[in-house]
C-alpha cells in the first residue's frame, strides 16, 4: 500500500491467529474491529493486532494471508499492487465464494 494522500489507520492481523477470529465467509471475520464483542466472540481476547497509521509518503508491505482492517481518516488516495508468484486463486477453496 502506496499512500499518497490523507492517510488511514490500519489493523493488522497475524495469520497465525487464524483459530480465534470467527472466519465465518471466504476470508472475512464476523467481529468487528471497531467495536470488539468480547461476550460474543471470546477467543478474540487472544488476538494480537498491530495498529499502524499510514500517512502521505509512507508504505505498507502486507503479506499474503494476514488479516486487516483499513479505515480512512481523511480524504485520501493510496495505491495498492499485488505480485503474486502463483496464481491467486484463494476463492476457490472457500464454499461461500459465491454468497459475498
Known sequence: MAQVVGRKHIRLIPPYELPHLYNH????????LDHIDYDRFPSFHNVR?????LSPGQLLFLPVGWWHHVTGLDISITM???NFVFDNDFYSFYTTHGEI
Open 25 to 32: 465467509r471466504h476470508c472475512y471475520s464476523q467481529v468487528n
Open 49 to 53: 493486532v498491530i495498529d499502524v497509521t
Open 80 to 82: 495498492t499492487f499485488t
